[in-house]
């Protein structure tokens, strides 16, 4: 199973949206609508912040949504803030009990 | 708020046995709710899923994994554990434990991670 493909980076200034790509395969993310996104901030531990495609955890900022076309899955953070640099990574449920993840964006606040 | 913490060895030898542990605080991992994952992130690459564990005893791993990774549970302690053998430079990583919402298909909750370095 291969790696889910992201930009390795994009960048944004305060107040813009920017979108974050995960491009799978009909095997993964075109197939199962299990796809999450994750993010690391260095040293700390990676949080969840969309599930099931679309769906945000409790306490997790409306800023953040996802969506998904075809093969690829997409996250969206609007009205970027500072504290949103960090690196993103999106995952997808690939049947038989076992996942993948994609390769991560860095993400840069200008 | 259910917490992981991973422990283990810095700097495991090549060809050795790599073995880490999560603790986990604040939940059991006893229930039939979760799963308990292992994901690692080799230095300048992505997430990589390593496998799984449920209170039940059942484990599935990554393919490409498969032949060298165990996973283990100790449910007096409320931990589980990762070995790894015959270890390459390959193998060097942030290694992260994390719970799994399996009907979600989620790792809902992660510990902060632990840096292993296979080298002589």
């Not at chain 1, 979108?19 to 993964?28: F, K, L, P, Q």
């Not at chain 2, 030898?13 to 992130?41: A, D, F």
Request: one cysteine or more; proline letters at 4%.
């Amino acid at each position: 199973q291969s790696a889910l493909t992201q930009p390795a980076s994009v960048s944004g200034s305060p107040g813009q949206s920017i979108t974050i790509s995960c491009t799978g395969a009909n095997s993964d993310v075109g197939n199962y609508k299990f796809v999450s996104w994750y993010q690391l901030h260095p040293g700390k531990a990676p949080k969840l912040i969309i599930y099931d495609v679309t769906e945000r955890p409790s306490g997790v900022s409306n800023r953040f949504s996802g969506s998904t076309s075809g093969n690829t899955a997409s996250l969206t953070i609007s009205g970027l803030q500072a504290a949103d640099e960090a690196d993103y990574y999106c995952c997808s449920y690939v049947g038989s009990s076992t996942w993948v993840f994609g390769g991560g964006t860095k993400l840069t606040v200008l | 708020q259910v917490q992981l913490q991973e422990s283990g060895p810095g700097l495991v030898k090549p060809s050795q046995t790599l073995s880490l542990t999560c603790t986990v605080s604040s939940g059991s991992i006893s229930g039939s709710t979760y799963y308990w994952s292992w994901v690692r992130q080799p230095a300048g690459k992505g997430l990589e899923w390593i496998g799984l564990i449920h209170a039940s005893g059942s484990t599935n791993y990554a393919p490409s994994l498969k032949t060298r990774a165990t996973l283990s549970l100790d449910t007096s302690q409320n931990q589980f554990s990762l070995k790894l053998r015959s270890v390459t430079a390959a193998d060097t990583a942030l290694y992260y434990c994390a719970r799994l919402s399996f009907g979600l298909k989620t790792f809902d909750v992660w510990g902060q991670g632990t840096m292993v370095t296979v080298s002589s």
